[in-house]
């Protein structure tokens, strides 16, 4: 018998590129997506509705959805509605740029991961870093069925391990080999300026990128950062 999923409804805050592509993909996977803009749904319902995908509020896709994907820029992660996301597994696709997030030293702290701020907004919630570092050309060119050659990798950054395992499964639905980079602090090694942001690799290849991070340029500013501030 197969095990039930785990996520059986997806919704994604976002409804640009990059949230359309992960929206295809869960479709196609066979999920049910709820898609929310910032602001009324209906001037992206018809698009949404043409990739078998639903347009809602931000309020009804959380309280629908069994996970949220995060696919918004990163500037506005404040805004997110914390109360209403707490308890809530939240995969955060989001990242630091500075040509639409402005320059922002909060958002470029070598000391914490965003991830990490994201999490401390949002209290209670339960947030796993994934499905952020692959552009979203590739991650729509690129599922393939598990054991397919040349299938590329997606990683994971989170704390809890039931949580990484359910968004690895998820990962694995979309077409991607999911690998684990560890703690939500370990998501810096996803970012950009890290070996892996913009990676189109396979899983091996994936894994060699995030073991090297701490010997590159970008990993030893980090590693001073941290020391220097006792993290």
């Keep these: 018998?197969?095990?039930?999923?785990?996520?059986?409804?997806?919704?994604?805050?976002?409804?640009?590129?990059?949230?359309?592509?992960?929206?295809?993909?869960?479709?196609?996977a066979g999920l049910r997506v709820l898609v929310a803009r910032s602001g009324d749904p209906a001037p992206i319902a018809q698009r949404v509705r043409a990739i078998g995908a639903t347009a809602g509020s931000t309020t009804a896709v959380i309280e629908g959805s069994d996970a949220v994907i995060l696919a918004l820029p990163l500037g506005n992660y404040r805004m997110l509605p914390a109360e209403a996301l707490r308890g809530k597994l939240?995969?955060?696709?989001m990242n630091y740029w500075w040509?639409?997030?402005?320059?922002?030293?909060?958002?470029?702290?070598?000391?914490?991961?965003?991830?990490e701020l994201v999490q401390?907004?949002?209290?209670?919630?339960?947030?796993?870093?994934?499905?952020?570092?692959?552009?979203?050309?590739d991650l729509e060119d690129e599922p393939r069925p598990r054991g397919a050659a040349g299938r590329k990798a997606i990683a994971i950054a989170g704390d809890d391990p039931d949580d990484v395992a359910i968004v690895a499964a998820l990962?694995?639905?979309?077409?991607?080999?999911?690998?684990?980079?560890?703690?939500?602090?370990?998501g810096i090694m996803l970012e950009p300026g890290a070996e892996a942001f913009g990676a189109d690799v396979d899983?091996?290849?994936?894994?060699?990128?995030?073991?090297?991070?701490?010997n590159s340029q970008r990993g030893i500013?980090?590693?001073?950062?941290r020391r220097s501030s006792g993290s």
């Design 1 to 28: 018998m197969d095990t039930p999923r785990a996520i059986q409804t997806l919704g994604i805050l976002g409804a640009g590129r990059y949230g359309t592509v992960l929206a295809r993909l869960a479709v196609s």
């Design 90 to 93: 939240v995969i955060d696709a």
């Design 99 to 115: 040509a639409s997030d402005g320059i922002r030293d909060d958002l470029n702290d070598p000391r914490n991961s965003t991830s």
């Design 120 to 137: 401390a907004h949002l209290e209670g919630a339960r947030v796993v870093k994934a499905l952020s570092h692959m552009g979203y050309q």
């Design 171 to 186: 990962v694995d639905e979309l077409g991607f080999d999911p690998v684990h980079a560890g703690p939500l602090a370990a």
């Design 203 to 214: 899983a091996a290849q994936l894994r060699t990128m995030l073991d090297g991070f701490w």
């Design 221 to 225: 500013i980090v590693a001073r950062a």
